[in-house]
């Protein structure tokens, strides 16, 4: 399925929701440079085998909301800028994906400048050691961000996580051991007034440990 739809720039709707895509092992740009494409489905692929996913969105410029909740990319060992060049992208949906052989994972809204909104509750990163700046990179308009429940089991390092997202409003830690984070510098710089959600209150010491260390200010909920 590599650049099935690559370079259709006047496609403005397709239905993938009958694909069979269970033996597909690479699905490079796949729709990369779609530009008039305004909605795009794929709940219904079946990922399982997917060991490659380069700027399968690349240039998916009308596009405003993606929603991948649930899939399977067990087979990738890394991930990076998946969304580069989608410039009206505001609402990203990794809820509950498996992600569980990546051992790399670097610009995840690289190039997804207007994302606001972050859902990746449940997903499985437990592979992942090192976030730093993964969802700082390329990206100031991220409001919201939900890591409620995230498997970050083998993460050592998270440099400059939020790095300037200065308009972020809330982030979900809830169910995460944040004693991972605690290790990394400047976390939350330039981060002001956001409400982060913690499942405890050690999580919340460790939470304001870090925006201390990071000279920002947030108040921090145990929920």
Known sequence: MSAMFANCYALKNVDVSSF????????????????????????????????SFSNAFYGLSSVTSVDFSGLDFHTMSVIGEIFNGTSNLLSVN?????????????GLLGGASAVK????????????????????????????????????????????????????ETVDFRGIDTSKLTNSSSVFNNVNGAKIYVSSNTDKTNIENMLTASSASANVLVK
């Open 117 to 168: 909104t972050l859902n990746l509750s449940g997903a499985d990163f437990s592979s992942v050691t090192d976030i730093s700046s993964d969802f700082a990179v390329g990206n100031t308009a991220l409001e919201s961000i939900n890591l409620s429940g995230v498997n970050f089991s083998s993460l050592t390092k998270a440099q400059a996580m939020f790095n300037s997202c200065s308009v972020l």
């Open 94 to 106: 990794l809820s509950k994906t498996k992600f569980s052989s990546v051992t790399t994972l670097y």
């Open 20 to 51: 069979d895509t269970s033996s597909v092992g690479d699905m490079n740009s796949i729709f990369y440079n779609c530009s008039s494409l305004t909605s795009l489905d794929i709940k219904n692929f079946n990922t399982s085998n997917v060991t």
